[in-house]
């Protein structure tokens, strides 16, 4: 923090640490922590970039989630320690993949964010979205019409990590403990009810599974290329990967390269190599320009012929 770089009471350095915190240090004597606190709320999340405005006010910080937090911290662990988190502005999400940099353009109040998403988006100070980097439609960050606020990015409208919190569905696992919420409050056995919807989850769930010492052996056995029956005769399945066995190419097999052994050199070592010979440089042919005409030039070697 440029403006209090003088300033030996002040903390004057921000880092992002484990588990999602964000801390505030005194860089004196020997450096001391004066801050942390939780960067997001959600679970698991990680701070992977931060950024703060011309002076020291606002800090932005991005997480692995997409997620963008506004933070006032202008008088944050100005003089003492602090016990608390700092006023939250504003929040919104950028993208739906870890933020890796942000930039604030402080003549502008714009916020540039990017993303592993391959996605560069601006925002202004407050989280309007004004459009994405590539976009057909341009923009003006002078003509708010332009802007694309009040709409966010489509992929992050439908990816189900933006949906807001709600009290009625904060806490469950899927959706039988939301929708029989009141039969398990009226119940009188609530461990039975638990063990019904437990078992229509494992009815609902996919319970098919094959490892890979299964596919192996069935790889080893061939039991695709069995033969089969058409009409009186038996006629064996052709493969598109290997005529000599039968069964149907896998889905990696359909894109794995397939080389060819011919049982000898390849072609490129057959080729002949030959020493690079050093031509010499022709002599520019003389021109006569016609005094007459200047557009009518011929060569010395047409009049000498």
């Known amino acids: 923090m440029k ?8 903390a004057s350095l921000i880092s992002s640490g484990p588990r999602g915190y964000i801390h505030f240090w005194n860089v004196f004597q020997g450096g001391h922590l004066l801050a942390k606190f939780k960067g997001s709320k959600h679970p698991g999340v990680m701070i992977t970039t931060l950024v703060l405005n011309g002076g020291d006010q606002i800090l932005y910080s991005g997480d692995n989630f997409g997620f963008v937090h506004c933070w006032n911290v202008s008088t944050y662990a100005l003089c003492e320690r602090e016990t608390t988190p700092p006023e939250l502005i504003t929040t919104w999400r950028a993208h739906v ?74 806490g469950k696992i899927n959706m039988q403990q939301v929708v029989h919420e009141d039969s398990v409050n009226n119940s009188d056995d609530e461990e ?36 089969r029956k058409v009409g009186k005769s038996s006629v064996r399945a052709t493969s598109a990967y290997d005529p000599r066995h039968g069964g149907i190419r896998l889905r990696h097999e359909k894109l794995r390269h397939t080389v060819t052994d011919r049982g000898g050199p390849s072609e490129y070592q057959m080729l002949r190599c030959y020493d690079l010979a050093t031509c010499p440089q022709p002599a ?6 016609n005094k007459n005409n200047p557009f009518d030039f011929y060569s010395a070697e047409d009049v000498g012929a």
Not at 200 to 227: C, G, Y
Request: charged content about 25%; proline content about 7%; some cysteine.
């Open 3 to 10: 403006t209090r770089a003088y300033n030996k009471d002040a």
């Open 97 to 170: 993949e870890i933020i890796n940099s942000l930039d604030f353009i402080d003549e502008y109040k714009l916020l540039i964010t990017a993303s592993n998403d391959c996605s560069v988006r601006l925002w202004n100070k407050d989280g309007d979205y004004i459009g994405t980097f590539g976009q057909p439609e341009p923009w003006d960050i002078h003509n708010k019409n332009t802007w694309q606020h009040p709409m966010a990015p489509f992929d992050v409208l439908v990816d189900p990590m933006s949906m807001p919190e709600h009290d009625i569905i904060k």
């Open 192 to 227: 039975e009810y638990q063990r019904e919807v437990q078992a229509r989850l494992n009815l609902a769930r996919q319970t098919f599974h094959v490892d890979d010492d299964t596919i192996a052996q069935q790889l080893r056995e061939k039991t695709f290329s069995a033969p």
């Open 284 to 289: 520019p042919p003389q021109l006569k320009v």
